[in-house]
């Protein structure tokens, strides 16, 4: 496996199995993608409640809850927004990553090889740009097989699965890319009000993907995990 590409999100589970990976010796290294986008907000609050700190801007770091409930409402300010947070969703996630990390070697290994992709604000997106990065560095050459495996939140795997199939039509349909589809054990036990909005709007943006054709059906391939 070359690379292992996280997409964006505010599930810190899908770092920790990305992580969990690479130090298994799975990945050359870990490629971070999204900029600024829906998920923004929701990861800082992660990351602040599970007990990392989050360096938005260069000059303030989210360390607490009581930090939290004050930039929070700001937050909902484009405007205010703009002006207190300047760090992508992929420089917060490597940041809460780097603290996850226990072992010195991996730490320096994981530090001396990740890749952020700071741009996309969406999932086709954060693909194609990470496509732009590959042909960039010479990875899509002929005479070999790139191999990555993308992580997302389950939820969100299917949807992710068949964006990166869409964004690497040529180079799997050529030979060239190979995709592995992998994502972390959810359980269902306590289905509230919020996991029930997160359905409807993942079912809501499958809609939308296929009507302006970001995404390729993949009606019966079956998701690895």
Same mark, same amino acid.
């Given at each position: 496996?070359?690379?292992?590409?996280?997409?964006?999100?505010?599930?810190?589970?899908?770092?920790?199995?990305?992580?969990?990976?690479?130090?298994?010796?799975?990945?050359?290294?870990?490629?971070?993608?999204?900029?600024?986008?829906?998920?923004?907000?929701?990861?800082?609050?992660? !990351?602040?409640?599970? !007990?990392?700190?989050?360096?938005?801007?260069?000059?303030?770091?989210?360390?607490?809850?009581?930090?939290?409930?004050?930039?929070?409402?700001?937050?909902?300010?484009?405007?205010?927004?703009?002006?207190?947070?300047?760090?992508?969703?992929?420089?917060?996630?490597?940041?809460?990553?780097?603290?996850? *990390?226990?072992? !010195? %070697?991996?730490?320096?290994?994981?530090?001396?090889?990740?890749?952020?992709?700071? %741009?996309?604000?969406?999932?086709?997106?954060?693909?194609?740009?990470?496509?732009?990065?590959?042909?960039?560095?010479?990875?899509?050459?002929?005479?070999?097989?790139?191999?990555?495996?993308?992580?997302?939140?389950?939820?969100?795997?299917?949807?992710?699965?068949?964006?990166?199939?869409?964004?690497?039509?040529?180079?799997?349909?050529?030979?060239?890319?190979?995709? *592995?589809?992998?994502? *972390?054990?959810?359980?269902?036990?306590?289905?509230?009000?919020?996991?029930?909005?997160?359905?409807?709007?993942?079912?809501?943006?499958?809609?939308?993907?296929? %009507?302006?054709?970001?995404?390729?059906?993949?009606?019966?391939?079956?998701?690895?995990?």
């Amino acid at each position: 496996i070359d690379d292992i590409i996280i997409a964006g999100n505010d599930d810190l589970a899908t770092f920790r199995e990305a992580l969990r990976l690479f130090a298994t010796g799975v990945g050359r290294r870990i490629v971070i993608t999204g900029g600024f986008g829906r998920l923004t907000e929701p990861l800082i609050q992660s !990351g602040v409640q599970a !007990g990392y700190g989050v360096r938005v801007h260069p000059h303030y770091t989210v360390r607490t809850t009581a930090q939290l409930a004050r930039i929070m409402p700001l937050l909902k300010d484009e405007n205010k927004r703009r002006n207190i947070v300047h760090a992508s969703e992929a420089e917060m996630i490597r940041q809460v990553m780097e603290q996850m *990390i226990e072992d !010195g %070697a991996l730490l320096s290994r994981f530090k001396g090889t990740v890749i952020l992709e700071e %741009a996309s604000a969406h999932t086709r997106a954060n693909f194609d740009n990470y496509r732009k990065i590959l042909k960039e560095e010479g990875g899509l050459a002929r005479g070999r097989v790139y191999k990555v495996v993308y992580i997302q939140t389950p939820l969100q795997q299917f949807r992710t699965k068949a964006t990166f199939h869409a964004a690497f039509e040529d180079e799997i349909r050529n030979g060239l890319v190979q995709g *592995i589809s992998h994502t *972390i054990d959810y359980q269902f036990d306590n289905v509230d009000e919020a996991l029930i909005a997160r359905l409807i709007g993942e079912m809501w943006r499958l809609i939308v993907y296929v %009507a302006i054709g970001q995404k390729q059906s993949t009606v019966g391939q079956v998701i690895d995990k």
